[in-house]
């Protein structure tokens, strides 16, 4: 049996079968108004990221972000059906001691951008993008300034 792509999927539509294609990969924690929040393992994000894209119809990453949350860090993927207008709010927790997950840059060329930009404020490295590097900070610099361990200058 192939998936057949949804070109408008209703909230309920993509909860049902984002929880059924992907059982125990993919928790939907909640929905709003064309909006799902999920939370899914770590390896599961590439596979989970395709299945949106091409079957569920969602052709933009609006962002992809970095969160510190002191014992973990979070990655939170922004996707966006423009159609409907939906958003799918995908939250994958790392783990500090291995902050790293698969690139989706190959699914959207756009998330090039923010992935470069997390692995440069938080560190996050994101697993077979073509090009992770800083943007804005030199190469040499040894921090990440949005972790909350960075301390400014000035502080002790």
């Excluded at 192939?2 to 939907?28: C, M």
């Excluded at 990221?49 to 052709?59: K, P, S």
């Amino acid at each position: 049996m192939t998936d057949e792509v949804i070109q408008a999927p209703s909230i309920q539509e993509i909860t049902d079968i984002l929880e059924r294609k992907f059982s125990g990969k993919v928790k939907v924690v909640r929905t709003e108004e064309r909006r799902v929040y999920a939370k899914l393992d770590r390896d599961s994000v590439h596979d989970v990221c395709m299945y949106i894209h091409d079957i569920l119809t969602f052709e933009h990453a609006s962002a992809i972000l970095g969160i510190d949350m002191i014992d973990h860090m979070e990655v939170i993927y922004l996707l966006s059906n423009y159609f409907t207008g939906t958003v799918i709010e995908l939250t994958v927790e790392l783990p500090a001691d291995d902050l790293c997950v698969r690139s989706v840059s190959d699914i959207w060329g756009g998330a090039n951008w923010h992935e470069r930009e997390t692995y440069e404020l938080f560190g996050i490295i994101f697993e077979g993008h073509p090009k992770l590097e800083r943007l804005l900070t030199p190469e040499t610099y040894e921090f990440y300034p949005f972790r909350k361990s960075y301390k400014l200058r000035g502080q002790e």
